[in-house]
């Protein structure tokens, strides 16, 4: 039911002619403009809003943080469980979407990269032609032109091994270092990416390296000339030192790493002329970049490299150097 108020009935003498111009407005309810001028104040109306507290600063990444579990399950899933996984195959599509999931529930955004890969011999071994992906990973806070960091592993396997320390392991602290990052900052903006197709389909440069190749051919301008190191983690699992390698004499991606690994505690060597892993993608095409791993096993390539290889104390080794080299 509709309120007739006291102006209601004015207005309707109005409409009616019972009204004019000089018509008396009528008073007030008792109080109400005292109600809108001289109320008092609440409390708090007066009262300065305190200051927000300041955020707390986004902790820098540390060797610390490494949990060399994360790399070890990643191991255990990829040789243990996807088994061999050539870089055209059902089973490297199941290991990248699984990378991928792993990324993302570690707080990156992920996309996948497609590209092509030829038929060949792999390690004496017909395998098909068709697509395959780099699972890229970063954090938002790469902008071209500006300086920013890579790491990267190939997920990739030949046809007859399941890739325990070729390279499961690499992939393995890949994740950790995803891991480690989430939440921390690092000295640089930086992006992770598994790499497809890295073993060898023929003889030649031209032959191997595919996923990390395409991945340097879809680098703009301002990108190429504002990163300022790679690191390619291959084979990273086996043996107590460290080897630190490099394309040539001098590199300043491999000294940086030394250094890191020295800050680490890591035990590492110099290891020259290292062209056999992705690194090389990015040395040949005048970017920096450098390896880690490379210590001979005799389960390399073959159907013995199941994760009983990999050595959970050389992967946290690996990590710290790293992360050490991030920080």
């Known amino acids: 039911m509709r309120r007739i108020t006291i102006a209601s009935v004015a207005a309707l003498a109005c409409l009616t002619g019972a009204c004019s111009e000089s018509a008396p407005t009528p008073d007030p309810a008792p109080g109400a403009e005292r109600s809108r001028t001289s109320a008092a104040p609440s409390p708090t109306s007066d009262a300065p809003t305190p200051p927000a507290p300041p955020a707390e600063p986004v902790r820098r990444v540390s060797p610390d ?7 070890v399950a990643a191991v255990e899933h990829l040789a243990g469980t996807v088994g061999p996984r050539p870089g055209t195959s059902a089973a490297y599509r199941r290991a990248a979407r699984w990378v991928a999931g792993r990324f993302r529930e570690l707080g990156w955004s992920v996309e996948q990269q497609r ?8 390690w004496g071994i017909p395998v098909r032609g068709g697509p395959s992906t780099n699972v890229i990973a970063t954090r938002g806070d790469v902008r071209p ?5 890579l790491v990267g592993a190939h997920l990739d396997t030949v046809p007859q091994a399941p890739g325990a320390e070729d390279n499961a392991s690499g992939v393995g602290v890949l994740l950790a270092v995803a891991e480690a990052l989430a939440g921390r900052r690092s000295r640089l903006p930086v992006v992770l990416v598994a790499f497809g197709s890295e073993e060898p389909r023929g003889p030649s440069d031209d032959d191997h390296h595919y996923g990390s190749r395409a991945y340097v051919a879809g680098l703009s301008t301002a990108e190429r000339g504002s990163l300022n190191g790679m690191v390619s983690l291959d084979r990273v699992g086996v043996g107590s030192v460290l080897p630190v390698g490099s394309a040539g004499d001098g590199d300043q991606v491999q000294r940086q790493l030394l250094a890191a690994a020295e800050r680490a505690g ?3 060597v110099s290891d020259l002329e290292q062209r056999s892993s992705d690194h090389w993608s990015f ?10 791993g490379s210590t001979s096993y005799a389960a390399y390539h073959r159907a013995t490299d199941v994760p009983a290889v990999v050595s959970r104390d050389q992967l946290g080794r690996t990590a710290r150097t790293v992360v050490s080299w991030l920080r």
């Open 65 to 71: 943080d490494v949990r060399v579990a994360t790399a």
């Open 266 to 268: 890591v035990p590492a």
């Open 115 to 122: 590209f092509p890969t030829p038929a060949g011999i792999s």
């Open 283 to 292: 040395v040949r095409a005048g970017l920096p970049g450098a390896r880690l």
């Open 145 to 149: 032109g500006r300086p920013w960091l």
